[in-house]
Nanobody, 115 residues
Framework: QVHLVESGGGLVQAGGSLRLSCAAS????????MGWYRQAPGKERQLVAT???????NYADSVKGRFTISRENAKNTLYLQMNSLKPEDTAVYYC?????????WGKGTLVTVSS
């Protein structure tokens, strides 16, 4: 069982930065893949970035060069550093963990980028 809690969302102006955190319970280092997803109003949830336990990362084209995903095993925490934010980044951001083939989701944190 994995329990995920996101934090760090808020209101920021375009061009600004935020860092999201996802605190995970359970055996964090055993979680093969963790990722950030987002869902804007009226749209489907979409992948933002993923990070494997082996250190591989993957990003959506829309965030490449602006966002950085990282894992800190000592703190059981996944991060998403978001720079050069745009109004179209406005969404609820969710943390996801895949543990022994089971997907776990957090409840999300809202990011609002004003123009």
């Amino acid at each position: 069982q994995v329990h995920l809690v996101e934090s760090g969302g808020g209101l920021v102006q375009a061009g600004g930065s935020l860092r999201l955190s996802c605190a995970a319970s359970g055996s964090f280092s055993s979680i093969n893949v963790m990722g950030w997803y987002r869902q804007a109003p009226g749209k489907e949830r979409q992948l933002v970035a993923t990070a494997t336990s082996g250190g591989s990362t993957n990003y959506a084209d829309s965030v490449k060069g602006r966002f950085t995903i990282s894992r800190e095993n000592a703190k059981n925490t996944l991060y998403l550093q978001m720079n050069s934010l745009k109004p179209e980044d406005t969404a609820v951001y969710y943390c996801k963990a895949t543990y022994y083939g089971i997907h776990y989701w957090g409840k999300g944190t809202l990011v609002t980028v004003s123009s």
